[in-house]
T-cell receptor
Framework: EDQVTQSPEALRLQEGESSSLNCSYT??????LFWYRQDPGKGPEFLFT???AGEEKEKERLKATLTKKESFLHITAPKPEDSATYLC????????????FGSGTRLLVRP | GAVVSQHPSRVICKSGTSVKIECRSL??????MFWYRQFPKQSLMLMAT?????????EQGVEKDKFLINHASLTLSTLTVTSAHPEDSSFYIC????????????FGPGTRLLVL
């Protein structure tokens, strides 16, 4: 069964304290892996799409990487405005267009 | 680019009434849109896949007669919650698949439904 697991469930960081969020996945074949950011009471905001192992993408303080079994979202020198829930989703090869979401990591960055 | 809107953002209704939520892709055409439901502090739960010009595909356990989906054009899908009850209160989010952007799904801002 296709599955996506995110860890940790919650993460508290001091401003400037870099860290990484993990997304482990089990799928029969990967069409793509997506990272989204979700603020309370809002819809998810698209961050990155990764397609193959070894691929990396960056946007400001965020960097996403992909291996055959997991993806990491690295946050460098975070700021309080980076506080949000970060969602990982995979698009399995045999799922038509449906995404399978992880449960998310709630990030809190303290000033 | 890749903006998806939802209307209304919040709605309060009485038990037994029906509520329609609109989802629009503003700057791209979407042959496929998706409707999700999200409970507090939980991840998104896919309810149905909406295909332009054809019937929606519902996930297991989602009542198609209760959650009516219509995808009449390449930029608009609607979700109607019929005979709403308090247990239907939730955060409903739509997404649209952008074919020109490697099939990335872009999400709307969500609709908070409260049924009294």
């Amino acid at each position: 069964e296709d599955q996506v697991t995110q860890s940790p469930e919650a993460l508290r960081l001091q401003e400037g304290e870099s860290s990484s969020l993990n997304c482990s996945y089990t799928v029969s074949g990967l069409r793509g892996l997506f990272w989204y950011r979700q603020d309370p009471g809002k819809g998810p905001e698209f961050l990155f799409t990764l397609y193959s192992a070894g691929e990396e993408k960056e946007k400001e303080r965020l960097k996403a990487t992909l291996t055959k079994k997991e993806s990491f979202l690295h946050i460098t020198a975070p700021k309080p405005e980076d506080s949000a829930t970060y969602l990982c989703a995979v698009h399995p090869m045999d799922s038509s267009y449906k995404l399978i979401f992880g449960s998310g990591t709630r990030l809190l960055v303290r000033p | 680019g890749a903006v998806v809107s939802q209307h209304p953002s919040r709605v309060i209704c009485k038990s037994g009434t029906s509520v329609k939520i609109e989802c629009r892709s503003l700057d791209f055409q979407a042959t496929t849109m998706f409707w999700y439901r999200q409970f507090p502090k939980q991840s998104l739960m896919l309810m149905a896949t909406s295909n332009e010009g054809s019937k929606a595909t519902y996930e297991q356990g989602v009542e198609k007669d209760k959650f009516l989906i219509n995808h009449a054009s390449l930029t608009l899908s609607t979700l109607t919650v019929t005979s709403a009850h308090p247990e239907d209160s939730s955060f409903y989010i739509c997404s649209a698949r952008d074919l020109t952007s490697h099939q990335t799904q872009y999400f709307g801002p969500g609709t908070r439904l409260l049924v009294l």
